[in-house]
């Protein structure tokens, strides 16, 4: 059976519960750029990207409809209903602004994605420089999505979609708390973590530089923002990003992120990290809040309402939480 070619990580659809709320903190003091305004909804894209990479959209909960990967042709797209249907997946088309095919499902681990080919393309940003506002942020970069079964999420996209292992932590009896996973040649587009889920832990934007990500801190600072600022600024050892974690104000975390490495060579070896390693989460020392590690946003189920978070069996923390 061919193997759909997905391309990368392209887009995420945020309930929020107070628009205006959201605008001023996404816009505003970040600086993402609105690409469509409908009634109850809003799209969102940083400087680099030629299509919206965010939709914030209006309802009673918080909480993340899906989490949407570009292929390439609309003949991946019959490839993966091919596919699903030998797997016994539900799955349906939907629409949506810019987007007319989207291939729905929810994988088999509970979370809930979207596949497309086609977008309607928009004047990039990057050079209109006068236009840049708040943080700069310039491309949609990755997501990282909580799971009770890293190992498991990790095999079926790897497996079934092509995505290549970069990075994994792994504890002295060979079990695998978190990896990264990509597409485009980067560390990665999915990142799976330990813990109840499935929940979204962060969606990532990349930075032009580190200064950019200090920026932000200053702007949060001075809008008497401080408390967004969850984690960082830092350095990953998993990944060498220069990083920053703050938390909308729905709670859903965004990750600001720069200075990672590729690995597009054929013969890369995925980097292996023991979970005693604190240099693995960062790699300056710094400890990390609990929040960190316990809370992430709720999902949406494919037949509607929310997947129900499932505890893991690796039960724990590192011992360099605040």
Known sequence: MQTPNTIRIAHGIFYVTDL??????YVDLLGLNVLHET???????????????????????AGVKHLAYRVGTDADLEALTAFLDAQGIPWRWETELDRPRLLRFQD???????????SVKHPWLLQDYHLHRGAGLQRIDHINVMTPDVEGVMRWYMDHLGFRLS?????????IWAAWIQRRGSVHDLALTNGAGPRLHHFAYWMPDMGSIIRTCDILAGARMPEHIERGPGRHGVSNAFFLYIRDPDGHRIELYTCDYLTVDPDFEP??????????QTLWGAKTPKSWFE????????????????????KGLPVHVI
């Open 20 to 25: 205006a709320a959201s605008r001023h903190f």
């Open 39 to 61: 009634d109850g909804a809003l799209y969102l894209r940083a400087n680099e990207d030629r299509e919206w990479t965010l939709k914030l959209e209006l309802a009673p909960e």
């Open 108 to 118: 088999p681990y509970g979370v809930p994605v979207a596949f497309y080919a086609q």
């Open 167 to 175: 990075e994994y932590t792994e504890d002295d009896h060979g079990r």
């Open 271 to 280: 980097i292996r990290w023991s979970l005693n390693d604190p240099r693995r």
């Open 295 to 314: 809370e992430g946003s709720l999902l949406e189920a494919y037949d509607g309402g929310w997947v129900q978070p499932r505890e893991s069996d690796l």
